[in-house]
């Protein structure tokens, strides 16, 4: 009985230490894998091409949001004022120069010239009957039988008449130019921007009636804080980078400013100034957009790598730099903004002068070999 109860003691006691020992053995397995993955030979080696990242000193920029506006726009009214009777055109519609946009009530226009005309036919009568006065007086004076005080008269009746013909052909052609505005015309090709105005609506002089804005040319008009325009010593000519807010994709374009005003404003103490903006193909920027213009303040220490040697992995951007043994070492780095030339700019990650890898998508092992491509 007693010898029973020490052998089931010694098993009790003995029974533990089996998944003790093999836990430990699996373990010893596993570390044994690991040093043999790691032995069993390095990374595999990569391809790309090489850039270096260049240093350089680049401007110290300041930001100013402003609107994009067409490089031509104009606000289409009439002289007539009458009814409109038609309208031949739609918001958004492309127009010619010349082409009708709005026809008005043209009785009011014709009645004005048919009274001018009247009165340009009794002038020239007039200076009939005047003329035939005039010579016959001149006659008279030959042959002693009218005084020099009736020639003068009848000479100034003539005139008088004269000049009242050519102020009647003036009236009638102010009076045919209303009457043309009564089909109101595209001043240059463009788009319809604004439709101010419908069918039985009354034009009158100075009333906006149609808005049309250049299809081709697109300005940024920006307001200037004197402060910085006077750092930034701005000038017809200049060149300045500009983004726009709704197409971030293409980045920074060139802009040059085409007008800025001598002097700031009283009230506001800003400079108005208008920024061309090179045309993009492919692109059609809308007028009434919001953008930036980056204007120079002074100048500072950057880094610059091209588009293609930033790699977004996990929410960090990465670059891949290749060291002097030729291996491939990943960097987390912070960009800015895009430069004109394309470049993109670090703000922290690289110190200028590595050679950074272009064209990867992933990133490699570290310590992976870097084969440098043509």
Do not use: W
């Not at 100013?64 to 918001?91: D, F, Q």
């Not at 105005?197 to 250049?214: H, K, N």
Request: hydrophobic share 50%; aromatic share 2%; net charge negative.
């Amino acid at each position: 009985m007693e010898l029973r109860s020490r052998f089931a003691t010694h098993s009790l006691l003995a029974a533990p230490l089996v998944p003790i020992a093999m836990s430990a053995m699996i373990a010893m397995t596993a570390c044994g894998g690991h040093e043999a993955a790691e032995s069993s030979g390095e990374p595999p080696a990569v391809s790309a091409r090489i850039a270096v990242a260049e240093r350089l000193a680049a401007d110290r920029r300041t930001e100013i949001a402003g609107t994009v506006v067409a490089e031509k726009s104009a606000v289409v009214s009439s002289r007539v004022m009458a009814m409109v009777t038609a309208v031949h055109v739609e918001l958004g519609d492309e127009v010619r120069a010349g082409q009708p946009l709005l026809s008005i009530d043209p009785s009011a226009a014709d009645g004005q010239v048919a009274q001018a005309r009247g009165a340009l036919a009794q002038a020239e009568a007039a200076l009939t009957l005047a003329r035939r006065n005039y010579e016959r007086y001149q006659g008279l004076a030959a042959t002693q039988s009218a005084s020099e005080l009736e020639v003068d008269v009848a000479r100034t009746q003539f005139e008088q008449a004269a000049g009242a013909v050519e102020q009647a052909k003036g009236a009638v052609a102010a009076a045919a130019s209303v009457a043309r505005d009564s089909r109101v015309v595209a001043p240059f090709a463009g788009r319809v921007s604004a439709r101010l105005v419908e069918v039985g609506d009354l034009a009158a002089p100075g009333r906006p009636l149609v808005t049309i804005e250049s299809r081709a040319g697109r300005r940024l008009l920006v307001s200037v804080p004197e402060s910085v325009a006077q750092v930034a010593g701005l000038a017809p000519g200049d060149p300045i980078a500009v983004r726009l807010d709704a197409q971030p994709a293409l980045g920074e374009i060139v802009g040059r400013i085409a007008e800025i005003s001598p002097g700031p404003d009283p009230s506001t103490h800003v400079y108005s100034a208008k920024i061309d903006l090179a045309p993009v193909p492919g692109v059609q920027i809308a007028a009434g957009s919001a953008g930036r213009a980056f204007l120079p303040v002074g100048r500072r220490d950057t880094v610059r790598v091209p588009r293609e040697a930033l790699i977004e992995s996990g929410g960090l951007t990465l670059v891949v730099v290749r060291d002097e043994d030729g291996r491939a070492r990943s960097r987390v780095v912070t960009t800015g903004g895009v430069a004109v030339d394309g470049r993109v700019e670090i703000l922290s990650g690289l110190a200028g002068g590595e050679a950074v890898a272009l064209g990867l998508t992933l990133a490699p092992a570290a310590g992976a070999a870097l084969e440098v491509l043509p």
